[in-house]
């Protein structure tokens, strides 16, 4: 089976059932996607099938061998992207276990809305767990990298203008 | 490489002023490369135990504490830093493997900065003076006439040389006296009360952290093991035909439990090993396992809380704290308030479940786990395997959450005996199944108060009766009646200025492993103290803010002893963390301060706060709810802590809004509950944890501003918000709910 992952198509010699979760995990080496529940319940697994954000617990190979997969370890390749560089301002992270599908979450939220609404950041995000409680600033981060961008889009609007 | 084996044991005693911890120092740390991408070597010449410099010029700092999302693993060598006038950019953090001569490595109870705030700063001040005198033989100059600044040594004559170029003589001088040492003045401090971001942010925004799941050796194997459902069950037969065909399967083994009282002994069961995750837990599902029954099958936690009610209802208990007459005051009052409280078992649910990795070679056993206790890690395996604890290496990776669960061992000494027994590297990884239904639950409790008011609304009489599990029937079966430790978290030491006071505790024996739950019985003793004063408020119809203050009454320094009651003061000298009034009451007036308190709210809407003084610590939490059509809806969240002196003020509000908000999660959601001795949930959807959704708009928290010694902070936010959040419920329909979850009452 050819999953392409991170923009780089990897042979993978495991049974079609097996979640994408632990294939990356346990084959592939990357474990920045975090087991939560097994259940498609937590979030912490999430990353994205074509974009759109998906529980890797809940996807098998088979299922994601269709499309382009991306993990937190490549969302920016070098923890560029304005959410991560937000989480940093903010001080998101406590443990830091749930963030890579946090993060994955967002970054997909933020794609398709790039200014969303505080009721639908919530229920964006509602899928998401963190036992440590940083809803708050996860809140805060997404809000700040909407602004900007609202305000980006704005300028680029202008030159489109012009 | 240097070390400090010339230090005598007794010198380095004075060094740290530290007799009874078990803080020694021995040889030369054992120097194993770091495997995993877990840094848990220092590389540079070692100035004391906890610092080493490299030669270009790198601080390496050991975190000792495990880094469960409190910032310990930051706040502690910020704490070095500051004082050694170290530049906090150069400073790399090592990662402590388990070893005794740190003293305790047990990263719980909200002590990390109480405990060795002190010690740091003087671990800190050790290097500088060592620094400061390897410049001043360089320079053949008095040492007097040498000042470390900003990662290198300045003469005073012009002149300086870096902490690099200075290592290596450094680590050859003698440790100073530690009368010698100079602490900085407050004034000058660097990076102590500044929010330095922790060390991990960038790999934890990344996906580069190492977790105890993330650990990953050559030929190493997974392991899913199936457990008895109830508490001392046994295996009576397995079927492993069925799993051993599945593919990835290798073997099958049986983890038979030692015989006892729980402890931190793996729970008896079946693990099926495979080459990975997926493996393992298809080949648990085709396992078939008969369990043999023991007297705690029929343990139905619904019936259990019926008896502890009726117990705490029925009548006196084993009398714990006393002074006046109590009977006499509630017969002659004017009016008598009683009410009866409950709240649930609760599970951790740390993000990371439990997994521990394990190497046995050669009379040897190293550990990679998300302990909080890496030394009792060690012993257990040690224990488990025959081994000298010498012979047990146990890094510690990052822990993702703990709350208490990650104390226990027992998930590190699964994992050595069966990479013992397979003779490769086996990681056990427990799910959330296994995690929820098989954890070391929090107790449940059953609380009853009568309290006498006179007729200007005064309190005369104060009376509390629980039942709770006592954590002790965890390690001995015969325990069956809380302590005086357990007690001693918000029931028997309420800070109360009432004439006539008595607290009770009735038996209630263990019938699941009882553990410790962020901030533990001040869970439900908050819940159950915080409720009932706001009912006597009502009564009494006095504001509830006021109604504490004059509770609480004059400041004081409370002596719990002149009432029979031996407080543990969770540990430490009550002459030297004293429980002042003072403070608790000024957090409510900064809280009530803060706050539209008292304001007029449109129906369905209230405010309520409440108070607790927990690890040495005052904080005050308000709630806005509102309550609309059967759904309740916490809208604000405001919270205060005194805590002493904060290293890391940013971290301090973090485990605030943390701390509040896992109040808030087990104040609307949680509840684990046992029916025929096992545990009736086992994932999020039966047992929720808060949701972004369900956490407030409004979430703020103050530090108050105090140059006194360092308290706890991790724990003490969580146990005020369940009632702060009942109470407004309360506020805004006349509705007192007196058992937890909220969620049996309203959608939330």
Known sequence: MKLTINGTTTELDTEPDMPLLWALRDFLGLRGTKYGCGKGLCGACTVHLDGQPRRSCQLTVADAASGEITTIEGLSGDGSHPLQQAWRDFNVPQCGYCQSGQLMSASALLASNPAPSDAEINTAMAGNLCRCGTYPRIRAAIRSVAADAASGAGASAAEDGA | ?748
């Open chain 2, 1 to 748: 490489m240097s070390t400090l084996t010339r230090v005598s044991r007794r010198r380095f005693l004075q060094l740290t002023g530290l007799t009874a911890t078990g803080l020694v120092l021995g040889a030369v740390m054992p120097r194993n490369r770091a495997l995993a991408g877990i840094l848990d070597e220092a590389a540079g010449a070692q100035l004391n135990l906890f610092v080493s410099v490299t030669a270009d010029g790198s601080v390496e700092i050991i975190a000792h504490r495990s880094e469960m999302g409190t910032g310990i693993r930051t706040s502690l060598p910020q704490v070095v830093a500051d004082e050694m006038e170290a530049d906090w950019h150069r400073v790399k953090v090592i990662q402590a493997h388990a070893d005794a001569r740190y003293g305790s490595q047990n990263t719980d109870g909200s002590r990390s900065v109480r405990d060795f705030y002190h010690i740091m700063r003087q671990m800190g001040a050790t290097a500088r003076a060592l620094l400061e005198q390897a410049a001043a033989l360089t320079w053949q100059v008095p040492v007097e006439e040498c000042t470390a600044r900003n990662h290198a040594v300045y003469h005073s004559g012009g002149g300086s040389l870096g902490f690099g170029e200075l290592a290596a003589r450094a680590a050859e001088l003698p440790v100073p006296a530690p009368e010698s040492l100079r602490l900085k003045d407050s004034a000058d401090f660097r990076y102590i009360g500044q929010s330095v971001p922790i060390v991990d942010l960038r790999d934890m925004t990344t996906g580069n952290t190492t977790y105890g799941i993330d650990v990953h050796l050559p030929g190493m194997l997974y392991a899913s093991i199936e457990r008895t459902p109830w508490l001392q069950g046994r295996i009576a037969s397995y079927d492993s035909s069925a799993a051993l065909k599945v593919k990835g399967v290798l073997d099958v083994v049986e983890l038979v439990a030692v015989a006892g009282a729980p402890g931190f002994n793996p729970i008896e069961g079946v693990a099926v090993i495979a080459t990975n995750n997926h493996s393992a837990l298809k080949g648990r599902v085709a396992l078939k396992v008969n369990w043999r029954k023991s007297e705690h099958s029929d343990h139905d936690s619904g019936a259990y809380l019926d008896e502890l009610a009726a117990r705490v209802e029925g009548g006196t208990g084993e009398v714990r704290r006393q002074r006046g007459d109590v009977d006499a005051a509630l017969a002659s009052a004017a009016s008598v308030v009683e009410a009866t409280y409950r709240t649930p078992y609760l599970a951790h649910a740390s993000m990371e479940p439990p997994v521990a990795t394990a190497r046995v070679t050669d009379e040897r056993c190293e550990i990679w786990a998300c302990t909080q206790t890496p030394q009792a890690t060690q012993r257990a395996v040690a224990e488990a395997l025959e081994l000298d604890v010498a012979a047990v290496t146990v890094h510690v990776t990052l822990l993702g959450g703990g709350f208490g669960r990650k104390s226990k061992p027992d998930f590190s000494v699964e994992a050595a005996r069966l990479a013992s027994h397979v003779g490769k590297p086996v990681q056990v990884v427990w799910s959330r199944e296994d995690d929820i239904r098989h954890d070391y639950f929090h107790a449940c409790s059953a609380q009853h108060f009568k309290g006498a008011l006179d007729d200007t609304g005064k309190v005369t009489a104060w009376l509390a009766r629980e039942a709770s599990p006592p954590i002790g029937s965890t390690f001995d079966t015969s325990v069956r009646r809380n302590g005086s430790g357990g007690l001693s978290q918000g029931f028997a030491n309420v800070p109360f200025a009432v004439p006539n006071l008595r607290v009770e505790s009735h038996e209630a024996p263990g019938h699941v492993r009882i553990g410790w739950l962020r901030s533990v019985y001040n869970i439900p003793y908050a819940f159950g103290v915080g409720s009932f004063v706001d009912e006597l408020a009502h009564a009494a119809g006095v504001d509830p803010a006021e109604f504490w203050l004059q509770l609480i009454g004059e400041d004081r320094f409370l002596d719990f002893s002149a009432d029979g009651f031996e407080y543990s003061n969770y540990g430490r000298d009550i002459a030297e963390y004293p429980f002042a009034t003072a403070r608790t009451k000024n957090v409510i007036r900064e809280l009530v301060g803060s706050i539209p308190w008292g304001e007029k709210l449109p129906p369905g809407q209230g405010w309520g706060l409440s108070v607790v003084n927990s690890f040495l610590s005052d904080v005050a939490v308000a709630s806005k709810v509102e309550v609309r059509d059967g759904r309740l809806r916490v809208l604000e969240l405001h919270g205060v802590i005194d805590a002493g002196r904060v290293v890391n003020p940013d971290r301090v509000h973090a485990q605030m809004e943390g701390g509040m908000i896992f109040g808030l999660s087990l104040a609307l959601n949680g509840e684990i509950t046992f029916a025929g001795g096992e545990a009736a949930q086992s994932n999020f959807h039966d047992y929720p944890i808060a949701r972004m959704d369900q956490v407030p708009a409004v979430i703020r928290s103050h530090i108050v501003a105090s140059d006194a010694a360092p308290t706890g902070v991790g724990e003490p936010p969580t146990p005020p918000t369940a009632p702060a959040i009942a109470n407004a419920v309360f506020a805004a329909t006349g509705r007192r709910i007196r058992e937890l979850p909220l969620g049996k009452h309203f959608s939330v």
